[in-house]
């Protein structure tokens, strides 16, 4: 296979889509800019965006960004792979196995009705307020669109594809690993990118809703307790970057790992 072939083929659009979601960041930054600079809001509640920019600078240079942002992103990593890895095994059982998805289906579709909020004083008793709390509650966030999906991948597999599987007298093991899960990948990434966006939103709120540690949420918290707008405003535009970048690094990803779908011309 030659280089080019191996390699993901270019997306022409890509730029200009960018310059597209470019778009609304730049009108809310103008009249950001002109509602302050215009006095038409109480600047004790909107600063000024040179402030801003000039807190965010002080606060990087300082650590006082890069470190909570650290701590953040491990307890999102945790429970990324926590609720991800039990995603997947919860969701291929009942999409394989028609006895666990009458065993266990009703009961999963019964909790998966409960806002996801409404665990945190259920997991606050069992694990407490601290970090371990933080990543059960973000892992369970993740749980949900991974166990979904996959679930609906393995059972959107083509009968006619396990019929042939089943001709050339496959194993399985052998099935599974040739027939299901290559059919069930373009709806299993699509639950991975719903869990990124879950777990990173679910962190955010454990870090505001269970004790104080440091990370981003904790960050905006004293900001708002000290009425230091600024801290606040930085907070969220860092929390809206993340998860930009997360994602656009899925997308990145699915387009990598996916790009044997796209046929040769």
Not at 124 to 139: D, L, N, R, Y
Not at 161 to 182: G, H, N, W
């Amino acid at each position: 296979m030659s280089r080019e072939t191996s390699l993901s083929p270019p997306d022409p659009g890509a730029g200009l889509r960018i310059a597209r979601g470019l778009v609304l960041p730049a009108l809310l930054l103008l009249c950001w800019y002109a509602v302050t600079h215009l006095n038409l809001a109480n600047p004790r509640l909107l600063v000024r965006p040179e402030r801003a920019f000039a807190t965010a600078i002080e606060q990087y240079r300082s650590g006082a960004i890069v470190k909570p942002l650290l701590h953040s992103l491990g307890r999102n990593l945790a429970g990324l792979l926590l609720g991800t890895g039990a995603g997947l095994l919860v969701g291929g059982l009942l999409g394989i196995s028609r006895i666990a998805e009458r065993l266990i289906g009703p009961t999963f579709h019964a909790a998966k009705q409960v806002a996801i909020f409404a665990w945190i004083p259920l997991i606050s008793v069992w694990f407490g307020v601290g970090e371990p709390a933080k990543v059960v509650f973000i892992a369970l966030s993740a749980f949900y669109p991974v166990v979904l999906n996959t679930h609906e991948g393995v059972r959107s597999v083509s009968k006619d594809l396990v019929e042939v599987a089943a001709v050339y007298r496959f194993s399985r093991l052998d099935v599974l690993r040739k027939v299901i899960v290559p059919a069930a990948i373009p709806s299993v990434f699509a639950g991975f990118r719903l869990a990124l966006i879950y777990a990173w939103l679910a962190t955010l709120g454990a870090e505001y809703l269970l004790a104080a540690s440091p990370g981003i949420g904790n960050l905006m918290i004293e900001g708002r307790e000290a009425l230091a707008m600024d801290k606040v405003l930085v907070g969220i535009v860092i929390a809206g970057l993340v998860g930009a970048a997360f994602a656009a690094l899925s997308h990145r990803l699915e387009r990598h790992l996916l790009r044997w779908r796209v046929p040769n011309h």
